[in-house]
């Protein structure tokens, strides 16, 4: 963005919502714009964690150095962490309230990975319908909905393709 240069997904989520966003990607009010936080904390913490644990072992490593162990746990915290989400998203549209905000957009990101895993899922009919109207946006669409594959090898292909 001009001479300001970035890394870290999250914290260009925020620079860019406090930039251009501010009563839309940004909430105006001050409850809305702390649930937004707290969710985009959520996302990096209680669901990234896990979530990296069962990615990089069920895609990004060899089949005979997968650590079995490592996916069983990611997989039962991962369960837990999302029913949580899954109640609260229960009582509102968006993880801030009634309308979609920068505090979106990580947890979203997250279960695109987590429902393209090939792993047990709880139903989470809450995040489910949280995830189909992230799918009509034409962002998550473009920049998040990318290919990651099963296997290493898949996982390499795509990413030769999106280069």
């Given amino acids: 963005d001009g001479t300001i240069k970035m890394f870290e997904s999250n914290a260009i ?6 930039r251009y ?3 839309t990607l940004r909430p105006r009010g001050q409850k ?3 649930l937004a936080e707290q969710w985009t904390e959520f996302a990096a913490h209680a669901v990234m964690q896990p979530l990296t644990a069962v990615f990089l072992n ?3 490593v060899p089949a005979e150095q997968r650590d079995a162990a490592a996916v069983k746990a990611g997989e039962a915290q ?3 962490v999302l029913k949580h989400a899954n109640r609260m998203l229960g009582r509102k549209p968006y993880v801030a309230g009634r309308h979609f905000s920068f505090g979106d957009i990580p947890i979203a990101a997250a279960y695109w990975r987590y429902q ?6 709880p139903n989470l009919p809450n995040l489910d319908r949280h995830f189909e109207s992230m799918k009509e946006r034409a962002g998550y669409q473009e920049y998040v909905m990318v290919p990651i594959g099963s296997n290493l090898e898949e996982w390499s292909r795509n990413e030769a393709d999106l280069k």
């Fill in 32 to 34: 809305a714009n702390a």
């Fill in 78 to 80: 991962l369960a837990q």
């Fill in 13 to 18: 989520i925020r620079y860019l919502a406090r």
């Fill in 116 to 121: 393209n895993l090939e792993i047990k899922r």
């Fill in 58 to 60: 069920n895609v990004r």
């Fill in 21 to 23: 966003g501010a009563g």
